[in-house]
Protein backbone atom coordinates (compact mmCIF):
# COMPACT_ATOMS: atom_id res chain seq x y z
CA UNK A 1 0.00 0.00 0.00
CA UNK A 2 2.79 2.38 0.63
CA UNK A 3 4.62 2.28 -2.96
CA UNK A 4 0.85 3.09 -4.18
CA UNK A 5 0.74 6.29 -2.40
CA UNK A 6 4.01 6.97 -3.20
CA UNK A 7 3.58 6.49 -6.58
CA UNK A 8 0.21 8.47 -6.57
CA UNK A 9 2.10 11.32 -5.12
CA UNK A 10 4.95 11.12 -7.67
CA UNK A 11 2.26 11.11 -10.47
CA UNK A 12 0.77 14.83 -8.94
CA UNK A 13 4.26 16.37 -9.22
CA UNK A 14 4.57 14.97 -12.68
CA UNK A 15 1.20 16.31 -13.40
CA UNK A 16 2.12 20.04 -12.70
CA UNK A 17 5.03 19.99 -15.15
CA UNK A 18 3.58 17.37 -17.81
CA UNK A 19 0.68 15.11 -17.66
CA UNK A 20 0.76 11.61 -17.42
CA UNK A 21 -0.53 9.32 -20.16
CA UNK A 22 -3.97 7.92 -20.31
CA UNK A 23 -3.25 4.88 -19.42
CA UNK A 24 -1.79 6.26 -16.37
CA UNK A 25 -4.75 8.56 -15.42
CA UNK A 26 -7.24 6.03 -15.92
CA UNK A 27 -5.11 3.56 -13.09
CA UNK A 28 -4.71 6.71 -10.75
CA UNK A 29 -8.51 7.44 -10.86
CA UNK A 30 -9.56 3.52 -10.69
CA UNK A 31 -6.71 3.38 -7.32
CA UNK A 32 -8.00 6.73 -6.24
CA UNK A 33 -12.07 6.14 -6.74
CA UNK A 34 -11.96 2.66 -4.21
CA UNK A 35 -15.40 1.34 -5.84
CA UNK A 36 -16.38 -2.43 -5.06
CA UNK A 37 -18.09 -2.55 -7.68
CA UNK A 38 -15.46 -0.99 -10.00
CA UNK A 39 -15.32 2.16 -11.41
CA UNK A 40 -17.30 3.59 -13.90
CA UNK A 41 -16.59 5.51 -17.34
CA UNK A 42 -18.16 8.31 -16.61
CA UNK A 43 -16.48 8.70 -12.84
CA UNK A 44 -12.91 8.34 -14.67
CA UNK A 45 -13.84 10.55 -16.69
CA UNK A 46 -15.15 12.80 -14.87
CA UNK A 47 -11.72 12.19 -12.29
CA UNK A 48 -9.48 12.57 -14.86
CA UNK A 49 -11.20 16.12 -16.15
CA UNK A 50 -11.24 17.25 -12.59
CA UNK A 51 -7.56 16.48 -11.38
CA UNK A 52 -5.87 17.42 -15.01
CA UNK A 53 -8.06 20.61 -15.74
CA UNK A 54 -9.08 18.62 -19.22
CA UNK A 55 -12.23 20.61 -20.30
CA UNK A 56 -12.28 19.48 -23.98
CA UNK A 57 -14.49 16.05 -24.16
CA UNK A 58 -13.30 15.20 -27.03
CA UNK A 59 -10.11 14.98 -25.74
CA UNK A 60 -11.77 12.03 -23.49
CA UNK A 61 -13.64 10.43 -25.38
CA UNK A 62 -10.89 9.81 -27.96
CA UNK A 63 -9.19 7.97 -25.44
CA UNK A 64 -11.56 5.11 -24.85
Do not use: C, W
Amino acid sequence: IQSTFSTLFSMSAKASTKRPTYKEMIREAIIVLKDRKGSSQPAIKKYIANTYHIEDNATLNQST
